[in-house]
Structures are given as structure tokens and as C-alpha cells.
């Protein structure tokens, strides 16, 4: 009989730790192209993570030094000698202020996935298991902030928070916050609909006969089963995070090069380069943006899939291991669209 | 009708076997490696036979139902030969597959709410098949919508739909479940195959449901010749319906023998041991001997009087009644088996009882409490006294905690105990169970159905209630493994001398436990007393009805009980 379990095959909780972690344990399952798909992404998630802990020993300047003992930087220069992808107009190094853009980024990503997440996972614990009218209007909440335009939201938050001033904590905050409001009810809707569709579980209904207490059934039975897909928005948030962080630098919102190197500020001063054929100013940033985003959703996208039985590949004597190769052309058109 | 539909195929005569299976292996990729579902299988199937192929879980029956008609999923790998007229289904390209399907060899799935689409109506979807075929025919010619659409009406007419030329028109949700059995059953018969594939075609209908799809099966190969591969775990099923059948055990056939043969005189260990499991109706009954209902005069425990749950209906239209005036009582020491088919209500008294439903209206005590505007802060007390074990073990037992924190749990809520009093305490009830006490360090999907239910009665128990609620216990696991677990149950009642509220919607199974049986239909309780005398001797029409519908494994006496109650039956 081919019964399919009522619940998803997780990770053997008999395995030492490290094995189930999920990434590790996803990387594990995976094969061929998916894996492929997984390792790139890895590598390129590895190679921003490692960029941004070593970025003052990577880095030859600060992000925003325009001198150094041999007199003031050239501006506008070409790439190669002491600058290898060359100067701005203000006379910044290139690569420098790329290579410290990614502690910012990476800032904003802790700030807003980690405020979204609690917040969000809460809420969508109590919603989906008292149900009701406090569910009823979270949900209300949860569509109207829908239908705001992150980057407004974020506009407004860096006015209140920093009074429109680019500090570096104003500006990563703004960022982190505006990116919270948004992802908040992402994360509350999927686990509020895990905790609607494992409230009526048996295990639960079991816990309730002998007189398990709401928090206890909350915490100790829903929880745990309700978060298997955080991972999955976690990247894939991840990557939202950047581009907003980078459309608001765009806009002027962001940080100014004083205070922090941020990328698309960096590609905002570079527009104004193109038209002389100046491509070295935009082309790192923008590839910067491009590649992190790219790598995250990678990861993101290849976490899905390994964690649906019918999606993932298996190896197989003489048989094919193959995952669907438009997977990976669709996570590069979704990072895509989602730029302005 | 200008169409004419050939009783009989004639190409299919005389020329040897419809389906030929020769040394059929079936492999599954998992995570866990490679699984040989099916090893080595051969069997025949000749015109107008029935075979059945039975087995417990995991024996391969359905993996092999699913090869002869090329369904199987993209990770398994099958080698060896399935003939259906010649065609040899594992090796021929997708298109003759699909030429095959249908025309002569067609499915009939387990459970029909899924097989249909509701969004079409059973008409089209007859017509479907139909149509996929068109053009293929012998003469060559493309089937209008108006031909298709009266071969549909034919075919519901085949299968006893009354009215099939307006019933063509209605859509699925229409239809009752064994209505919609008999749909499926005309879409596989569309095209008059000369082999259709039952996979557990009445596992999940009522037994008095199941009684008349059987006949409609058994017509099928009586009038029209056609062969019929039936899966099955219900040895009452095969009993009833199939002249020769196949028992695989574990992707193996164990032994294959006319029906008949096999049910007198099982040749293999494993088979009389699968035999000797299935309960019989009317043996090994609890209340044998009895002359009064036992413990009748112990303390009441449960007592409903008038008891009636209605479920709110959508704005504008009435409840439904789920209980009707339900007046019982169950006295300490007592099991009591509460019979009935879906829809009866049984399943709402229980949960009501533990107080996961609410009431409506008459009045329920339990163990003196009030149900009626149940308060879960007055009522979590008396939960300790209360166990319940659920239906699907699979799904009671939380994936995340081992099985000694889901035992233990109850004790932690209601006591506080040290880490080594609970551990001691869960030790000591895995073992009352037959379960190895290092079980407890085990997560639910390390053990098998058998033992997370063991588990579960051990986690109900384990406060030493004074009232046990079974819902279904034993209806998700394989026969054998029911009859271990029934029999457990029984020691550990006798033992530990719980009350017992046994839900079930098999009769036999409720015969074995139950000294006194309540028998629900719609929400009423139409008959109660002693188990011994209700299967005996039903006085209500629809407990007759509900007694003479169960096939028991036994084809001589079931042919026999067949014919007694024809009558009954049809009515």
C-alpha cells in the first residue's frame, strides 16, 4: 500500500545534530541539478557571508576614505593599479566601499528577517489556534499591510526614525524596519495556516483530552511543526531585504558614503557616470546586488524543493536524478521582478 | 438506443488469459534507499474471473494493481512482463499505453470523491474517456458529444443508477457515496474492457453500501463476462466476490489457490495465521454466556438522557442533527460497543463525552459532570479520569516528542512528578502494553501502526482512568496486527477494570470487547443490548440490514448468508 504520511518526512531526529541541521540535511537529499542549483547558491550566499566578517581585511580602504598617505584618490579613474575596479566621482575606491556594502547588507537582513520572524511567528500562533475576532482582524491587519508599497513604508520610517538624516543606524533601521512591516505578515500567514490546519490534528485534539493548557499545546505541539518552512522564507526574505535596502539608497534614502558604503547609493551616483562611459562605478555595485540576491534565492528556492517528496530528485540505480531544470530559470526571473 | 454495446468481447474469447503477470518486480527509490516493493509476482487472470489479490499493508498488492495499468510513479523501476491482450504494459511506448487504458483494462479507485473531478459532471466525465478514444474505434469514425453522452447513460444505466438520463447531468457532490462508486464503476466500463482493476473498491463505503457494489461487481462478471482483479484487505470482501485469490505477503505471492480451497484449507503458515485473525461475526463474542448486562448495578459513569448535538448549518438553513435524543448509560467496569455506519453520530458521543464536541441539548453526565455549557476550567479535573485513544496512531502522536514524552504527558500536566517517576511510570505501562520499555526513547515513526496504537492505549492509561473512550482503534491497522491489539485490550480492560466506550463500524470487532452493544443509525441509538443478542438476534430493521451486509470470511457460508438475505438486502 502506498499510504502517503499525513505529515512530512522529517529530517531522522535520531541523526546527530549537525546532519539535521536544514541546510546541511537538504544538502544531504539533494542530487544532480538540484543539488547544483543548491551548491551555487551556497557558494554564493559563502562568498557574500565571508565578504562581509573579513571586510576590513579585504577591503585596502575604508568605505569612505578619498586620501591616504600618498594624497587624495584620483576621481574617475579606470580600473586597475592601486584602485583594481577603479575610483568614483568623489574619489571613493570602488571595491573598497562594494566589499563594506555587504556589512551593511547583511545588517539589514539580521535586523529585519529577525524582527519579522518573532513578531511574525507569534502573532500567527495565537491567530490560527484561538481563532475568533482577534484572528479576524489580525488577518484584516495582515491584507492591509499588503497593500502598502514597502518602499513608502519605508520612506516614512526613515523620516521618523533618523527625521529624514542618513546615519548609518537611521538608515539600516528605516531599511530593517520597513522590510518588518512588509515581511511581518508573510510569516504570519504561513504559520498562521499551519497552526489552522495542525490545529485539528489528532496529536493535538490528543493533548487537549488529557488537559494540556493552550500554551503548552501552542508551544509544545504546534510550534515545532509549524515552522518547517521558515528556512525557506527566511532566504527568500533575504534577498527582498537587499533589493529594498537598495531601491531605498537608489531613491536617496539611504546612507550617505560617510556613514556606511551601501549599494545603491553607490549605483544612484553612478547614473550620472553612464553617459560619459563610465561603467566601473555601476557595474560592481549593481553586480554585487545581482549575485547576493541570486545566491539567496538559490538557496531559497532549492530548500523548496528538496523539502517536497515529489519535487526532489533521487538517485536511483540506472535512472535519472533529475530536477526540473525551469526551477532555476524561474528563481532568476523572480529576483528579477522583484526589482523596481 | 442505436448504439450496441457487445455483452461479451468477442476478440477477448477463448485465447488464453486476459492479464498474464510473469515474474513482475517492482523497485522504489526512497531517501532511505532502494524499496522492493513487489519481488517477484506472476499470476493469470482468465475471462469473466475474479481474482483476488489480498495482503496486509505493505505486501505489494497495490503496486501491483497499479503496473497492470501503467500508473506507477516516476521513481520505480518494474522488470518482467505484464500481458494484457498481448501488449506487454511495462515495455510499450506511452501513446499504445494510453490506447490500452480504458479500452481494455480499466480502474476502479478506492475512494470515489477523489477519483471523480467535481467541477464536471459524471456525464462528461464518462464521455472523457470516451473521446480520449475516439477515432480509435473499430470503425473509425469520431464520437459525437450526442453518442458519447448516450453511451454515458447507457453505462449509469449498466450500473443500476436509476434515471441515468437525467442523473447524467447532475455533478458528483449529487450523488452518495456508493452512487458514486457506482459512477466510477460505469467510467471504467465505458468502453467495455475486458479487465478492470478494482484497488479496494469498498473500503471506504458503509458495509450496506459495500453489500451492493459487490453485487453490482458480481454482475458485471455474470452478465458481461468481464474479468475482474480485485485488491483487497477485507477477507470478507474476497469471501464474497472473487473465485480464485492470490495472498502476497510482503512483494511475495505466499500462496494462491481457488477461493474456496483457500478459506477451508489455507495451505501456508501465513495465510491461516491471516485467516485465523479475521474476526468471525458471532465468535469469541465478550458477552458469551451472559443472561443480564453486567455491572449493571455499579456506579453510573456516563449517563445521557435524551442527549442531542446539532452542528450549526450555514446562515439561513437548519442544523444538523449529528445525535438525536440518544438516551444510554455505561456503568463502571463496563465496555460499551456503540455500532454504526458514517454519518451515525457514533464519533460525536464519544468526542462529546471527552469533551471535545459540545451538546445541545437532552443532558450527558459524565462521571457527574454536566456536559451541557461544558466550562474547560470546572471540567479539566476530571480529565484525568478520562483516557482516549484515537483511530489513526499515525497521526495522534506528535512527530516532534518520543514516544515516552507523549506517554508521559498526561502525568506531567495533572501531577508532578521527578523525571525518574515519570520515566519509571512510562516503563511501567509500555510494558503492561507488550512494548520493550526502550521504546520510549523512540520517535513515533520508528514503530509500526501496531505498536504506536499500543503506545497510544499506554499514553490513555497511564493516570488509570476510570473511563476509557476507543474511537476506532483498531480500524487503521492490518488484520493481524488488529487482532493483537483487540485481544491487549481485552487483558488490559479485565486487568486494570476501566469502563470502556468501544466506537467502531465493524460489528465482529465490536462483538469480541463489548458486553453490550448500542447500534446508531442517523443520529439514533436504535437498538441496545446485550452483544450476544443483538448479533443474534437484531429486533430493529436496520441492524438486520447492517448484520446480513457484513461478509464474513467464509464463502461457503457467505454464498449462503447471500442468498438468505437477498431480500433484506435489496430492500
Known amino acids: ?3 502517503v504520511s499525513p505529515l512530512p518526512i522529517v529530517a531522522d531526529p535520531r541523526q546527530p545534530l549537525f546532519k539535521r541541521l536544514p541546510v546541511i540535511s537538504h544538502f544531504n537529499k539533494s542530487v544532480g541539478l538540484q543539488r547544483g542549483m543548491l551548491v551555487a547558491g551556497l557558494v554564493l550566499t559563502g562568498i557574500f557571508i565571508l565578504t562581509a566578517l573579513l571586510a576590513p581585511l579585504i577591503a585596502p580602504f575604508g568605505f569612505s576614505q578619498i586620501s591616504d598617505a600618498d594624497g587624495s584618490f584620483p576621481t574617475q579613474e579606470p580600473p586597475g593599479g592601486k584602485h583594481i575596479w577603479g575610483t568614483t566621482v568623489g574619489g571613493y575606491d570602488v571595491f573598497s566601499r562594494v566589499v563594506w556594502g555587504t556589512q551593511t547588507a547583511i545588517m539589514v537582513i539580521i535586523v529585519a528577517v529577525v524582527m519579522s520572524i518573532f513578531i511574525g511567528v507569534i502573532l500567527g500562533l495565537v491567530s490560527g489556534y484561538y481563532g475568533g475576532w482577534l484572528d479576524r482582524v489580525l488577518v484584516v491587519v495582515a491584507d492591509a499591510v499588503y497593500a502598502f508599497p514597502s518602499l513608502l513604508v519605508a520612506i516614512v520610517m526613515a523620516i521618523v526614525i533618523s527625521g529624514g538624516r542618513s546615519s548609518l543606524i537611521g538608515g539600516i533601521l528605516a531599511a530593517a524596519i520597513s522590510i518588518t512591516v512588509v515581511f511581518i505578515p508573510q510569516y504570519f500567514r504561513v504559520i498562521r495556516a499551519e497552526t489552522i490546519r495542525l490545529k485539528a490534528e489528532p496529536f493535538v485534539e490528543s493533548a487537549k483530552v488529557v488537559g494540556a493548557s493552550n500554551i503548552r499545546i501552542m508551544t509544545r505541539h504546534i510550534y515545532g511543526n509549524a515552522t518547517r518552512t521558515l528556512p525557506l522564507i527566511f532566504t527568500l526574505n533575504a534577498s527582498e531585504a537587499i533589493l529594498t535596502l537598495a531601491a531605498l539608497g537608489f531613491l536617496g534614502f539611504g546612507i550617505e558614503p560617510t556613514s556606511a558604503a551601501e549599494w545603491g ?23 554585487a546586488i545581482v549575485l547576493t540576491v541570486l545566491g539567496l534565492t538559490l538557496v531559497g528556492e532549492s530548500i523548496n524543493d528538496l523539502n517536497d517528496p515529489r519535487l526532489r530528485g533521487r538517485k536511483r540505480a540506472g535512472g535519472k536524478g533529475g530536477a526540473d531544470a525551469p526551477t532555476a530559470a524561474q528563481a532568476a526571473l523572480e529576483a528579477e521582478a522583484r526589482t523596481l | 438506443m442505436t448504439i450496441n454495446i457487445d455483452p461479451i468481447k468477442d476478440d477477448a474469447g477463448n485465447s488464453g488469459p486476459v492479464l498474464d503477470i510473469d515474474h513482475l518486480k517492482v523497485t522504489f527509490a526512497t531517501d532511505g534507499g532502494d524499496v522492493h516493493a513487489v519481488k517477484d509476482v506472476s499470476l493469470q487472470v482468465n475471462q469473466g474471473e475474479v481474482v483476488a489479490i489480498v495482503g496486509e499493508s505493505g505486501s505489494g498488492k497495490t503496486v501491483t494493481a497499479k503496473t497492470i495499468l501503467g500508473l506507477l510513479p516516476e521513481t520505480a523501476t518494474s522488470s518482467g512482463a505484464v500481458l494484457i491482450n498481448g501488449n506487454n504494459v511495462i515495455s510499450v511506448s506511452a501513446a499504445r499505453l494510453r490506447e490500452i487504458r480504458g479500452k481494455d483494462v480499466a480502474m476502479v479507485f478506492q475512494e470515489p470523491s477523489t477519483a471523480l473531478n467535481p467541477v464536471f459532471t459524471v456525464g462528461w466525465q464518462i464521455a472523457e474517456g470516451l473521446r480520449a478514444h475516439a477515432g480509435m474505434g473499430e470503425d473509425g469514425h469520431r464520437i459525437s458529444r450526442r453518442e458519447a453522452k ?15 438520463e437525467t442523473r447524467v447531468n447532475y455533478y458528483p457532490h449529487q450523488f452518495s457515496g456508493g452512487q458514486k462508486q457506482r459512477v466510477v464503476i460505469a467510467a471504467a466500463l465505458a468502453l467495455n474492457p475486458g479487465l478492470i482493476v478494482a484497488d479496494e473498491p469498498t473500503t471506504a463505503l458503509d458495509v450496506t453500501v459495500q453489500a451492493e457494489i459487490l453485487q453490482l461487481l458480481r454482475d458485471l462478471r455474470d452478465i458481461y463476462g468481464t474479468s475482474i482483479v480485485l485488491i483487497t484487505h477485507n477477507m470478507g470482501v474476497v469471501a464474497d466476490l472473487a473465485d480464485r485469490v492470490v495472498v502476497m505477503y510482503q512483494g511475495d505471492v505466499v500462496e494462491e489457490a481457488p477461493s474456496r480451497v483457500l478459506f477451508a484449507q489455507p495451505k501456508q503458515e501465513y495465510t491461516q495465521k491471516l485467516l485465523a485473525a479475521v474476526p468471525h461475526l458471532g465468535r469469541n463474542s465478550a458477552s458469551e454466556g451472559m443472561k443480564e448486562r453486567a455491572h449493571q448495578h ?7 438522557k435524551d442527549l442531542t448535538i446539532e452542528y450549526p448549518g450555514r446562515l439561513g438553513s437548519p442544523g444538523f442533527k449529528a445525535v438525536d435524543r440518544v438516551s444510554f448509560t455505561l456503568s463502571e467496569g463496563e465496555v460499551f460497543g456503540l455500532v454504526g455506519e458514517s454519518g451515525s453520530g457514533k464519533t460525536t458521543i464519544g468526542r462529546a463525552i471527552a469533551g471535545l464536541n459540545r451538546t445541545t441539548g437532552g443532558s450527558l453526565k459524565v462521571l457527574d459532570y454536566e456536559m451541557l455549557n461544558l466550562k474547560e476550567r470546572t471540567f479539566k479535573p476530571h480529565r ?11 497521526a495522534s502522536f506528535n512527530p516532534h516528542l518520543t514516544i515516552g514524552d507523549c506517554v508521559a504527558e498526561p502525568l506531567i500536566i495533572h501531577g508532578n512528578p ?10 511501567e505501562l509500555l510494558e503492561s502494553v507488550q512494548l520493550p520499555a526502550s521504546y520510549a526513547g523512540r520517535y513515533p515513526h520508528e514503530l509500526s501502526g501496531g505498536q504506536r496504537q499500543r503506545a497510544s492505549l499506554a499514553r490513555a492509561l497511564i493516570l488509570n482512568p476510570k473511563l476509557l473512550i476507543a474511537d476506532e482503534p483498531t480500524s487503521a491497522l492490518d488484520v493481524s496486527v488488529q487482532a493483537k491489539v483487540l485481544e491487549l485490550f481485552k487483558e488490559i480492560q479485565q486487568e486494570f477494570g476501566f469502563a470502556a466506550l468501544f466506537i467502531s463500524h465493524d460489528l465482529a470487532v465490536v462483538d469480541i470487547l463489548s458486553h453490550w452493544v448500542g447500534v446508531l443509525y442517523k443520529g439514533r441509538l436504535v437498538e441496545q443490548g446485550l452483544g450476544r443478542v443483538v448479533m443474534n438476534a437484531p429486533q430493529h430493521d436496520y441492524t438486520r440490514r447492517l448484520i446480513a451486509s457484513l461478509p464474513v470470511p467464509d464463502p461457503e457460508e457467505q454464498a449462503r448468508r447471500r442468498e438468505e438475505n437477498r431480500a433484506l438486502l435489496t430492500t
Open chain 1, 1 to 3: 500500500m502506498s499510504t
Open chain 1, 265 to 287: 547609493f553607490d549605483l544612484n551616483k553612478a547614473l550620472a557616470d553612464t553617459t560619459s562611459g563610465i561603467w566601473w562605478t555601476g557595474v560592481f555595485p549593481g553586480l
Open chain 2, 150 to 164: 448516450l453511451l454515458a447513460i447507457d453505462a449509469l444505466r449498466r450500473v443500476g443508477i436509476p434515471d441515468p
Open chain 2, 298 to 304: 455499579g456506579k453510573v459513569l456516563v449517563e445521557a
Open chain 2, 384 to 394: 484525568k479520569d478520562i483516557g482516549f485513544v484515537f483511530q489513526d496512531p499515525a
Open chain 2, 418 to 427: 521527578t523525571p525518574a517517576q515519570a520515566r519509571q511510570r512510562v516503563r
